[in-house]
């Protein structure tokens, strides 16, 4: 059996070289869509993490203003309670 023939009966047919270019490209389409989502979730995360950021120059003011001196992470918790009990 010479190399074409045997080429020729293993050669998968027509129509399942297409339908697996079709699954090909709607797989490197969700493949990007997914890419994008993953983007965009860190950019949300970066931005998060620094939303409740203090400086230390507004730690030295709220610090004047208290009677005893207030942690970074005691600050932050307190801000992010606000919005759940604003009295």
Do not use: C
Not at 42 to 53: G, M, P
């Amino acid at each position: 059996m010479t190399d074409l023939e045997e080429f020729r009966r293993n050669k998968p047919p027509l129509k399942t070289l297409k339908a697996k270019d079709i699954e090909l490209k709607s797989l490197r389409k969700r493949m990007n869509y997914l890419e994008d989502e993953l983007i965009g979730e860190q950019a949300k995360r970066e931005t998060s993490e620094y939303e409740w950021f203090v400086s230390e120059h507004e730690m030295k003011l709220v610090n004047i203003e208290l009677e005893r001196p207030i942690e970074v992470t005691e600050l932050s918790k307190l801000a992010k309670d606000l919005p759940h009990s604003p009295s």
